[in-house]
C-alpha cells in the first residue's frame, strides 16, 4: 500500500513533468526621451490663410490664441519629457513587417493634420482624408479645401513625394512613400497643406515593429525586441535640428533594458 506522502510526491512529479518550460518572445526597451532645451512654437495669423471663420474652431485650444495659430514644433513637460518624439529599432530589417504594413493614415480635421508625428515604410501607402466641411461658409458647405503636399527631407534638402488637393470633406488621397539613394536611413517625411501652412506632420521611416511615438510625458515601451545589442535612435522633427539620436542597448531575453535618451 503506498504511502500518502508518496502519493503526494508523485503527483508533484506528473505536475512538474506537465508545466511547460517558460519561453520568451524576446525582451523589452523602456525609458524616457528628455530634451534639455525650451519648448517653441511658430506663429500664424488665421486672417492670412483659406477660411479664417472655420479654422479657429478647433477644439484643441492650446493652438489657438484669437487670430493666432500656433505650431507647436517642440513641447517640453514634466521633467524635460519630449513631446512627439519617436523611438526606433534600426538595425533590423523585417520584411515580413514591411510586406504587411498597411499605410500610415491622416486625417485633416479643422485645419489641423493629425497624427503630428508617426512612422512610414518605404514604398508603401502614406493615406490622408480630408473631414473638414464648414456649414456656414457658402463656398465650403461641401468642403473646406486642403492641399496635402509630402516632402522627402534629408539633410537641408526636401524633394516633392505627392501634392494633391483635397476639396471635400470625405476626399482621400492613398500615395507610396518613396524614399530614394538611401533617404530613409537618415532623412524623414513631411507633409504640410498649401492651403495652410500651419497644418504640419512629420514621419519616421521604420523597418521593423519596434517603435514608438512617446507618451505625453516622454516615455515609451518597445516590446519583444529580440535579445542582443541592437541600435536604438531617438528622433524629433525640430529638436537636435531633426538629427536621429543614435543609442547602444543590450536586450536581455525575457528582460528589461532601461533607455535614458537625451536629445540636445
Known amino acids: 500500500m503506498k504511502s500518502a506522502l508518496s502519493i503526494i510526491l508523485g503527483v508533484a512529479a506528473v505536475a512538474f513533468v506537465a508545466a511547460p518550460l517558460t519561453s ?41 490664441d484669437g487670430d493666432k495659430r500656433f505650431l507647436k514644433q517642440i513641447e517640453v513637460g514634466k521633467d524635460g519629457g519630449l513631446k512627439n518624439a519617436v523611438v526606433a529599432v534600426v538595425d533590423i530589417e523585417d520584411k515580413a513587417f514591411m510586406d504587411g504594413y498597411q499605410g500610415t493614415e491622416v486625417v485633416a480635421e479643422f485645419c489641423e493634420f493629425m497624427p503630428f508625428a508617426g512612422v512610414v515604410v518605404n514604398n508603401k501607402s502614406f493615406k490622408v482624408e480630408n473631414h473638414d466641411a464648414d456649414p456656414d461658409d457658402p463656398k465650403s458647405v461641401q468642403g473646406v479645401l486642403h492641399n496635402p503636399h509630402s516632402f522627402v527631407v534629408k539633410g537641408t534638402s526636401s524633394a516633392t513625394g505627392f501634392n494633391i488637393g483635397l476639396a471635400k470633406k470625405g476626399d482621400k488621397l492613398d500615395k507610396p512613400v518613396v524614399f530614394r539613394g538611401g533617404a530613409e536611413k537618415d532623412g524623414y517625411y513631411r507633409l504640410q497643406c498649401d492651403q495652410h501652412e500651419f497644418m504640419q506632420s512629420f514621419f519616421l521611416p521604420v523597418s521593423n515593429a519596434h517603435y514608438a511615438v512617446v507618451k505625453e ?24 535640428k531633426g538629427k536621429k539620436i543614435e543609442f547602444d542597448v543590450d536586450v536581455a531575453d ?9 536629445i540636445k
Not at 27 to 55: D, H, M, R, W
Not at 217 to 237: C, M, N, Q, S, Y
Not at 254 to 262: D, H, I, M, Q, R
Open 24 to 64: 520568451f518572445a524576446g525582451g523589452t526597451i523602456s525609458g524616457k526621451v528628455t530634451y534639455g532645451g525650451k519648448a517653441e512654437q511658430k506663429e500664424f495669423l488665421f486672417s492670412k490663410f483659406p477660411n479664417p471663420g472655420f479654422c479657429p474652431k478647433n477644439p484643441h485650444k492650446e493652438l489657438i
Open 217 to 240: 510625458d516622454g516615455t515609451f515601451e518597445l516590446k519583444d525586441v529580440p535579445a542582443g545589442k541592437h541600435k536604438v535612435v531617438a528622433w524629433h522633427p525640430f529638436a537636435g
Open 254 to 262: 525575457g528582460g528589461t533594458a532601461n533607455l535614458k535618451a537625451e
